[in-house]
């Protein structure tokens, strides 16, 4: 087994920013040169996640309202009284979907389904820089 190692850097504009970063991943292993294996997507962050949806404006709207929803951004949270960065929202948003995903792949390609594109979700309370580190291992 072969383990190759990447990063997708990305820029965001907070506040429950989503970007879909398939393409980029799929770059990513193109240029590892890997047929058949697992990729790693992870973003070091507390306040961001990666998953999986239909990128299309209705489902990215839906997903925007959970999570006002069942964390609302404008709830006092103890992390704020600590800290004074009104984004306590943001980190337990981003545990909730979690930092990271695992997708096999074989004959060099990503095995999404048809309607199924990878995210990043920016859950901070202002635009970022992050690096999003993607691992394969596979052969």
Same mark, same amino acid.
């Given at each position: 087994m072969t383990v190759v190692s990447a990063n997708i850097p990305v820029q965001t504009r907070g506040n429950m920013d989503?970007? &879909?970063?398939t393409r980029q991943a799929q770059d990513c292993l193109n240029d590892s040169g890997l047929q058949v294996g697992v990729m790693t997507?992870?973003?070091p962050s507390s306040t961001s996640s990666i998953t999986t949806i239909e #990128? @299309?404006?209705?489902?990215l709207s839906d997903f925007r309202r959970l999570f006002e929803e069942i964390?609302?951004?404008?709830?006092? #949270? &103890?992390?704020?009284?600590?800290?004074?960065d009104g984004n306590g929202y943001s980190h337990?948003?981003?545990?909730?979907?979690?930092?990271s995903?695992?997708?096999?792949? +074989? &004959? +060099?390609?990503?095995?999404?389904?048809?309607? /199924? /594109?990878i995210i990043f979700v920016d859950f901070d309370?202002?635009?970022?820089?992050? @690096?999003?580190?993607?691992?394969?291992?596979?052969e």
């Open positions: 989503i970007l &879909d970063i997507l992870f973003c #990128y @299309e404006p209705g489902c964390v609302p951004s404008q709830r006092s #949270y &103890d992390h704020d009284a600590r800290w004074g337990i948003r981003a545990a909730l979907l979690g930092p995903l695992a997708i096999p792949f +074989r &004959d +060099r390609s990503l095995t999404l389904g048809t309607w /199924q /594109q309370n202002r635009s970022r820089h992050r @690096e999003i580190v993607v691992q394969m291992v596979g």
